[in-house]
């Protein structure tokens, strides 16, 4: 998160900007405590850390802390504790959906070591009937 923090405040002093995202084309390329989605502030402002695949969540999420931070300014009409309240219910899913992800990394690898125990284990049976049928046809069959 610090790296990030660093890379993305520096980069948004460069373009005089108030908001960042840092993205990533896979999970692997952020820290595995990141997963697909991280939220932190720099100095300039709010920025985000997400995969391709959230990059149109991350967009219309940084939008929507703008403005709210905006209104919050202006003391709106707006039930700000009720926008709060569904950002933290966004928050709580991209958590779950993070440890689903996780899960199913581990599901996967899981499956892929079962699956070359059973490749290895076909391998034997094959290379064991392969024995038998040799050793059979050497002796001759009586009638």
């Not at 720099?42 to 959230?54: D, K, L, N, Q, V």
Request: glycine letters at 4%; a positive charge; aromatic letters at 6%.
């Amino acid at each position: 998160r610090q790296a990030i923090t660093q890379h993305l405040q520096s980069a948004m002093v460069r373009r005089s900007a108030n908001s960042a995202i840092f993205l990533s084309y896979s999970r692997e390329g952020l820290a595995q405590e990141i997963g697909d989605w991280a939220e932190g502030v720099s100095e300039s402002g709010y920025w985000i850390a997400t995969t391709h695949s959230f990059l149109i969540i991350a967009i219309r999420f940084l939008v929507i802390q703008q403005r709210l931070n905006k209104l919050r300014t202006f003391q709106s009409e707006l039930d700000v504790t009720a926008v709060e309240q569904q950002i933290q219910q966004i928050r709580t899913a991209l958590g779950r959906i993070r440890t689903m992800k996780k899960s199913l990394t581990e599901v996967g690898k899981s499956v892929a070591v079962i699956k070359a125990e059973a490749d290895a284990m076909s391998t034997d049976i094959q290379s064991a009937l392969k024995s038998i049928e040799q050793a059979l046809s050497v002796i001759p069959v009586p009638g």
